[in-house]
């Protein structure tokens, strides 16, 4: 079953503004990643926060991890059309043996121009 | 670099036929990981190598076998497709196993797979 769940499944913004994804998980953690996936393509990496991190920066991204409600979040801050994508968090629960990472579903973000 | 490739890019199956999917890196990456996507879903893990020389099975493994050729290759084998295994297959790499390495992945493109 599926680790992660994100919040929105949809979200569509105006160039420029601000994007907020969520992601709750349901097992302990040992560290959480974001990867972008442009449509038609693989998955790539965005950031890593390791479980007793609070809050990550990379250029425009903003990631913070809450363990205690067991919660991720991804701002992404002036955003532009080339961020259009679906954006998924990805979790390494500390039962399974820290060897593989889980998504979640996904939220599918449209930049309008 | 080419990071990871994965052949082919398309193909259409009709049940009970086999085939193999390929996967390289040449990132020197000690793990890899199969998944597949389906729509509105997130990727499920279906076989993963922590190293050379070890497999061990994902979330859904059912109607799927893996080799790790060698430390570059990871293939995916459907023995008898069936129309529940149309998906996108993703293959994917990390230096050292995702987790307590703290270890990013990287994805190869995608193979879009329809079994008639």
């Known amino acids: 079953s599926q680790q992660g769940e994100e919040d929105p499944q949809a979200l569509s913004i105006q160039e420029g503004e601000n994007a907020t994804m969520n992601c709750s998980y349901k097992t302990s953690i040992n560290n959480l990643q974001w990867y972008r996936q442009n449509s038609g393509r693989g998955l790539v990496h965005l950031i890593l926060i390791r479980s007793n991190e609070r809050e990550k920066h990379s250029g425009r991204l903003r990631v913070t991890l809450d363990t205690s409600k067991k919660s991720s979040s991804l701002l992404i801050t002036a955003s532009r059309a080339a961020d259009t994508a679906s954006y998924f968090c990805a979790t390494v629960p500390l039962i399974q043996g820290a060897q593989k990472l889980v998504f979640g579903q996904g939220t599918r973000l449209t930049i309008n121009p | 670099n080419a990071g990871v490739t994965q052949t082919p890019k398309f193909q259409v199956l009709k049940t009970g036929q086999s085939m193999t999917l390929q996967c390289a890196q040449d990132m020197n990456h000690n793990s890899m990981y199969w998944y597949r996507q389906d729509p509105g879903m997130g990727l499920r893990l279906i076989y993963y190598?922590?190293?050379?020389?070890?497999?061990d099975k994902g979330e859904v493994p059912n109607g799927y076998n893996v080799s790790r050729l060698n430390k570059r290759e990871f293939s995916l084998r459907l023995e008898s497709a069936a129309p529940s295994q149309t998906s996108v297959y993703f293959c994917?790499?990390?230096?050292?196993?995702?987790?307590?390495?703290?270890?990013?992945?990287?994805f190869g493109p995608g193979t879009r797979l329809t079994v008639l």
């Open positions: 994917a790499s990390s230096e050292r196993p995702s987790g307590i390495h703290y270890n990013e992945q990287f």
């Open positions: 190598s922590a190293s050379e020389g070890t497999t």
